[in-house]
């Protein structure tokens, strides 16, 4: 038995080997090692955007201080935006899918390794473009929602907003291309057993988070691809005298741009939904509720976007239902919240930084929760929009609504990832420092808005009295600041010296601790069967494995849709460069269309022919007939 | 409640019937919202202590469980919808303020990269008058202000009047405000705009009507004529330089429109849109080079020598 288990295991290493050496790390297609490199990346841009951030906020420390001149400070403050929402906080959490959602569903890789691998060079060198173009002095300056005209060929010259737009068009895709990937993955590859009942509700945060991308993203490559077109070859879809609509561009772009707050706050939902079952060693009360509340939100996202315009003057009625739609959506997260605490009173609770990092998310995201209400009023927002009282708002949403969750998932899953406990000890001193010090950032903010600071003013006056306000926010960053350095210095320590985690740290319920930490290349020896909604909770001692799947190809099982019944096996492919070079070819066209409209041109010929080689057919045997 | 926060630009001191109505819809959602937020911290710090004192989770979803969930969301449902019928009603009051009078004033403002222009226009060409940067309105009656841009999309925020409308270019957009006491109330470009959208801002002068049409009647009158001759060389000197390609001066040949009237320039409290009081010495700076100033403010540094600039100067400040 345990020599035979032996072959399996030497076949498998051999058939899944990763791709090695310096060349490997562009052919890489394996699900595991890409969602990692989404995820470093990401945080790379987080802590750019964070230093941006700082200096921002030294600028505004006290009035009139000269620490940056309004053109840096108009940049810094375009790219800090541009960066923590496309370059960080969707990849990120598409990163932490990538790498769990095939892990936790029982399958071997992704639905399209190679499509996989593109799309995360795709983000990459987006990311790249617009860091090359901002330290050479051409960053984008018109924020990072670029409104019109403001944005058009008139009144930005240049090249800043063309890399903006061109930024956007590369990272939109990846994430289009994550998003096929999760729900395909989520729906056809699911061990036999987990019928859709029992698929664990980070999954189905990510197959809702999916969907909104495929629903929302095309909306802002429009807009932003009609921008570029207006910059770069003079259409008019966005200039008033030629009878284009600056208003069509700000539609257009929050139809995205609402959705987009969801997207990168339903996988944080997922987030504490994992984290809450495994420190409170029962499930989540109310599964089909919760389950209920997260496509509810995902529709309900799509609903809201006029409140970001209730300054432009649309008609009162309309407006009226905007309110009712953005008030509303607050109940199925109020719901999910209630759920969590029901969880926790009848679980037996223990405490660990994951945990900690939830509660501060009750505590703080309530709060942009409720600001937010606010927010949804239409009176009160004609006063409070763009002050400082929404800058306040959307980072208790976002960093309190889905960062905090996110530490707490890197904290949780970081044993899986690198096989080895963090340090909890510095990892509490790192949460009470980002705690203090991000309240101490952004809750006076709040106040500044109320007393009438705009947002993006590069400085003020000092008879406006806004001085000790700002500088308190200031002060902030320090300990925040310290708070995430010392979160990363506690992971760089403990990949190399924390303590074995063994493949299960937590006694967690979901799959993917069910295998070695970290998993091997091909996941599962045997594909794993599913008996409950918990699968390793409600497994039986003898629980059965999938067996007879050949161990000389990379082969998956794919399953039925809705029960989750194996229905056939699919063959996925190895370690190639092609995605590389179709990525390669493809920032090529739309850089280079910045510069020279022609390269849009010889770009796409270029892309096509290195779309040729990826799906070049294989010279193999036909299997023999069985 | 100001809570002795400082108040020239500030929601909390409303001072007209729009923005009172406001702070109160706000304080309304302040109450309902602090009392959620209490509740659920409260919550979830009780979940927390009965949690860890427990040895064994309770498994199943228990009948009493389920009721306090469903409870908690009809609550939450409740004050949702007790909320929006109150924000519609506030709404609907704000927005249907001052409308309907046909003897209503109308003020034209219309925003520039990056200073504002104020037309009281009339019925009669000559009489309408133009000014920068102020927007001079009697107490005690609803104002039309229609709000048009010339450049790219402004938006107009008097925090203690009301709150803010876009000024987006094709479009006129229209906003009603009233103060109630004369008083000056500081107000700022909110929505993004450039390099410059931290200093676009005004002055909401709010008079008694007499005092106001006092104002009004002395702005419709042309320029003051120089008194002296440096002011008749400084005049020279305004309609010989590149000035007159972006100003105008009533009564002379300068009528451009791209920058500020200067016709009553030195009756206004603020130059360069609120940047600077409005004196001998900040005048000279701004005349001499804007951009120093207000980097990448449109109006170019000036060639002067310094008699020329004085000369300049005293007819700029006859303009009253």
Redesign the interface.
């Known amino acids: 038995m345990t020599e035979e288990r032996g072959q399996t295991e030497a076949a498998m290493e051999a058939t899944w080997a990763p791709a090695r050496g310096f060349l490997g790390w562009f052919t890489e297609v394996d699900h595991k090692r890409i969602g990692l490199r989404y995820i470093v990346t990401a945080l790379c841009f987080f802590t750019l955007g964070g230093i941006e951030a700082a200096i921002m906020r030294l600028q505004l420390a006290g009035p009139e201080r000269h620490v940056v001149g309004p053109d840096f400070y108009n940049q810094l403050f375009t790219v800090h935006g541009s960066t923590m929402m496309f370059l960080f906080a969707v990849p990120v959490m598409e990163g932490i899918a990538i790498y769990l959602v095939p892990l936790m569903v029982g399958t071997r890789n992704v639905a399209f390794p190679k499509l996989n691998a593109f799309g995360y060079f795709i983000y990459l060198f987006g990311g790249l473009f617009l860091y090359t173009m901002f330290f050479c002095g051409a960053g984008p300056d018109a924020g990072w929602f670029a409104y019109t005209p403001l944005s058009g060929p008139q009144f930005s010259p240049g090249k800043r907003i063309d890399t903006w737009s061109q930024m956007i068009t590369y990272t939109e895709l990846s994430a289009l291309v994550v998003s096929v990937e999760i729900t395909v993955t989520a729906f056809k590859q699911r061990a036999p057993g987990m019928s859709l009942n029992r698929v664990p509700l980070f999954v189905w945060s990510m197959v809702v988070t999916s969907f909104m991308i495929m629903f929302a993203m095309p909306a802002v490559m429009v807009d932003s691809g009609y921008l570029a077109l207006d910059r770069l070859v003079a259409t008019h879809f966005f200039n008033r005298p030629e009878g284009g609509d600056p208003i069509f561009y700000q539609h257009l772009f929050w139809f995205f741009g609402h959705p987009e707050v969801y997207i990168i706050f339903i996988p944080a939902l997922g987030f504490i939904s994992s984290i809450v079952t495994a420190f409170t060693k029962r499930k989540v009360f109310g599964y089909s509720v919760m389950v209920a509340s997260l496509v509810f939100t995902g529709f309900m996202g799509f609903g809201l976007w006029v409140h970001h315009m209730f300054a432009t003057g649309l008609p009162q009625l309309g407006q009226s239902f905007f309110t009712a739609a953005s008030m509303m959506i607050s109940i199925p997260t109020g719901v999910q919240i209630f759920c969590w605490i029901g969880t926790i009173w009848h679980g037996r609770l223990t405490i660990r930084t994951p945990m900690l990092y939830v509660l501060a998310f009750f505590f703080d995201f309530l709060i942009g929760g409720l600001t937010g209400v606010m927010l949804a009023s239409v009176p009160i927002n004609w006063q409070v929009h763009d002050t400082y009282f929404v800058v306040a708002h959307f980072h208790y949403v976002l960093i309190a609504g889905a960062v905090f969750p996110l530490f707490g998932a890197l904290h949780f899953w970081f044993p899986k990832w690198t096989g080895r406990m963090y340090g909890e000890g510095l990892s509490r001193v790192a949460f009470w420092l980002v705690f203090i010090g991000f309240n101490l950032v952004f809750f006076p903010m709040h106040i500044l808005g109320m007393i009438g600071m705009p947002r993006r003013v590069y400085t003020y006056q000092p008879q406006l009295g806004w001085g000790g306000l700002n500088q308190l926010a200031t002060l902030g960053v320090l300990p925040l600041a310290l708070g995430i350095l010392l979160m990363f210095v506690n992971f760089a320590l403990s990949r190399r010296r924390g303590a074995p985690a063994g493949p299960n740290p937590w006694d967690a319920d979901t799959l993917e601790w069910s295998v070695s930490s970290p998993p091997p290349p091909y996941n599962y020896l045997h594909v794993p069967t599913v008996a409950g909604g918990h699968a390793l909770w409600d497994a039986a001692p003898d629980q059965p494995v999938v067996v007879g799947m050949r161990t000389d190809h990379r082969e998956v099982l794919v399953t039925k849709a809705v029960d989750a019944e194996p229905s056939h096996r699919e063959e996925l492919p190895s370690p190639s460069i092609w995605p590389f070079l179709v990525a390669l070819t493809t920032g090529i066209t739309l850089c280079g269309a910045i510069f020279y409209a022609w390269w849009f041109t010889m770009g796409t010929v270029l892309t096509a022919f290195a779309l040729i080689g990826w799906f070049w057919p294989k010279r193999e045997p036909l299997p023999e007939a069985s | 409640m100001t809570l002795g926060?400082?108040?020239?630009?500030?929601?909390?001191h409303p001072a007209g019937p729009q923005?009172q109505?406001?702070l109160d819809?706000?304080d309304v959602?302040?109450i309902v919202?602090t009392v959620?937020?209490v509740i659920?911290?409260v919550?979830?710090v009780?979940?927390?202590v009965?949690?860890?004192r427990?040895?064994?989770?309770?498994?199943e979803?228990?009948r009493g469980?389920?009721l306090?969930?469903g409870t908690?969301?009809v609550l939450?449902?409740a004050a949702?919808i007790t909320?929006?019928v109150t924000?519609?009603a506030?709404?609907?009051a704000?927005?249907t303020f001052g409308g309907g009078n046909p003897d209503q004033m109308e003020i034209v403002v219309t925003g520039h990269?990056w200073w504002w222009e104020v037309t009281y226009p009339d019925p009669q060409a000559s009489n309408t008058v133009r000014t920068a940067n102020e927007i001079h309105i009697p107490t005690g009656q609803p104002i039309l202000l229609r709000l048009a841009t010339r450049?790219?999309?402004h938006?107009l925020?008097i925090?203690r009047l009301?709150?803010?409308?876009?000024l987006?270019?094709?479009?006129i957009?229209?906003i009603y405000i009233q103060a109630d006491a004369p008083g000056v109330f500081?107000a700022?470009?909110?929505?993004?705009?450039?390099?410059?959208?931290?200093h676009m801002s005004l002055v909401v002068i709010a008079q008694t009507p007499g005092d106001f049409m006092q104002w009004k009647i002395h702005q419709q009158a042309p320029a003051n004529d120089p008194a002296t001759p440096q002011q008749a060389h400084g005049r020279e000197l305004f309609l010989d330089l590149p000035c007159i390609n972006c100003h105008a001066v009533t009564g002379t040949d300068a009528y451009a429109t791209l920058g500020p009237d200067l016709t009553h320039v030195a009756s206004r409290k603020t130059l360069a849109a609120?940047t600077l009081i409005n004196n001998h010495g900040n005048l000279a700076g701004w005349v001499s080079n804007a951009a120093a100033i207000k980097?990448?403010a449109q109006m170019p540094p000036i060639p002067m020598n310094g008699p020329e600039l004085q000369d300049l100067l005293a007819y700029l400040e006859n303009l009253k």
């Open positions: 926060l400082p108040g020239i630009q500030s929601t909390l923005a109505r406001i819809l706000f959602f302040l919202t959620v937020f659920v911290v919550l979830t009780a979940a927390v009965k949690g860890r427990r040895r064994e989770a309770i498994g979803d228990t469980m389920k306090a969930v908690g969301a939450t449902i949702l909320l929006l924000s519609v506030t709404g609907r704000v927005g990269q450049d790219v999309i938006s925020w925090p009301h709150g803010k409308r876009d987006i270019p094709g479009r957009n229209k500081r700022q470009c909110a929505e993004f705009c450039g390099l410059q959208h931290a609120g980097p990448g």
